[in-house]
């Protein structure tokens, strides 16, 4: 975990480095710290200007990498305006992220969902892998990623949401099918996996209640909440005072929803999760605050919601 950075130590890196992703998507002012990842990268940046050896160009992406006799020695990169060659004494060390961001390698490969719904950088094109397969290396687990379930935003795109304190999730036929609280890579697996046999479409739904507010009990997104009224407009967050009404609204069958919300707060009368063993897990218990996994969801005091949640990869419009 790097150390945070206050800006005030150098203010020139806040501008020369990815912003937070509250700030990409939402538009956010920078923060006065770098924290996580940019510190990280900022203590870098930091700790390059001790070697005056080293040259650090940004915006210039690999694009190809040079062969001599069966044996890569360089490669090619380019600004957008000049390409220019870099000869390698030694390697050339691919670390360019994944290609979550091209579309056209997602599909060439068999990776399920869009670029829109990716959080990672922009500039994760592929490229790297490009020309590594272009010099003739091996390739695999290429369809392979890290999922985690996503809540859209209003921007239509969507990102993690980890971290529930309440509410359920339910499929197309107003039925559970997880444990919510699960790791969320186990989660995004499961939802790929059930796609993949034909059991579930997206998106599904989390279904609350008002308890804590109309804002989805979720601890953790990456991208920060905006105002509940855009959510409301985009048709992403519903509201009813029935589950009939909400079953309508989200296109569910009314009697399912309902028979699977007696159910899950049957199962918190009895403070276990017979049907998908939330709770029984350490990880599920990382985010209630001391208290049980097992939160009803009542009618009586409050207003029924439901949000939708796509995995953060595989969506339908
Ligand atoms: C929202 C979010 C939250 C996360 N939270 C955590 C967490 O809490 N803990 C954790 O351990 N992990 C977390 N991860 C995962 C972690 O961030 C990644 O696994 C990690 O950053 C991958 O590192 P990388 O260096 O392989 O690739 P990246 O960090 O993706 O970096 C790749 C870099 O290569 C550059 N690039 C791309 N193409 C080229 C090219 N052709 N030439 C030159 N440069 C190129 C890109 O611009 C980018 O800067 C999170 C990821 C996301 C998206």
């Known amino acids: 975990m790097p150390k945070p950075l206050p800006i005030a130590d150098d203010p020139e890196l806040n501008e020369s480095i990815r912003g937070p992703l509250g700030r990409e998507r939402n538009g956010d002012a920078l923060p006065d710290m770098l924290i996580g990842g940019r510190a990280l990268v900022g203590r870098f940046l930091i700790a390059l200007r001790k070697f005056p050896n080293v040259q650090l160009h940004r915006n210039t992406p690999l694009e190809e990498l040079v062969v001599e006799d069966g044996v890569v020695v360089g490669a090619i990169v380019s600004n957008g305006e000049e390409r220019r060659a870099i000869r390698a004494r030694k390697g050339v060390v691919l670390a360019a ?29 592929g490229k790297a ?7 003739g290396s091996d390739v695999d687990l290429m369809g392979e990623a890290w999922w985690s379930p996503g809540l859209t935003h209003p921007d239509g795109r969507s990102a993690f949401a980890l971290c529930f304190t309440a509410g359920i999730f ?33 998106p599904f739904w989390m279904i609350y209640d008002d308890s804590r507010g109309p804002v989805p009990p979720v601890g953790a997104t990456n991208v920060p909440f905006s105002a509940t009224e855009e959510y409301v407009e985009k048709g992403l967050w519903k509201t009813a005072d029935t589950l009939t009404g909400l079953a ?40 209630t605050g001391g208290g049980s996994a097992l939160v009803p969801i009542e009618k009586a005091r409050s207003t029924l919601h439901s949000s939708v949640s796509p995995t953060s990869a595989p969506r339908v419009d």
């Open 170 to 202: 339910v499929d197309q036929d107003g039925k559970r099918f997880t444990n919510e609280y699960a790791p969320y890579d186990r989660l995004g697996r499961e939802v790929i996996d059930r796609m993949e046999s034909g059991d579930m479409t997206l």
């Open 129 to 135: 892998h490009q020309a590594g397969i272009a010099v």
């Open 248 to 287: 309508e609204q989200i296109g569910v069958p009314a009697e399912a929803l309902e028979a699977t919300v007696a159910r899950f707060n049957e199962l918190v009368v009895k403070g276990v999760d017979e049907d998908f063993g939330r709770g029984d897990e350490p990880y599920d218990l990382a985010f």
């Open 97 to 125: 992220g994944g290609f979550d961001q091209n579309d056209e390698m997602r599909s060439k490969y068999g990776v399920p969902g869009a670029a829109r719904d990716s959080m990672g950088p922009w500039s994760n094109l």
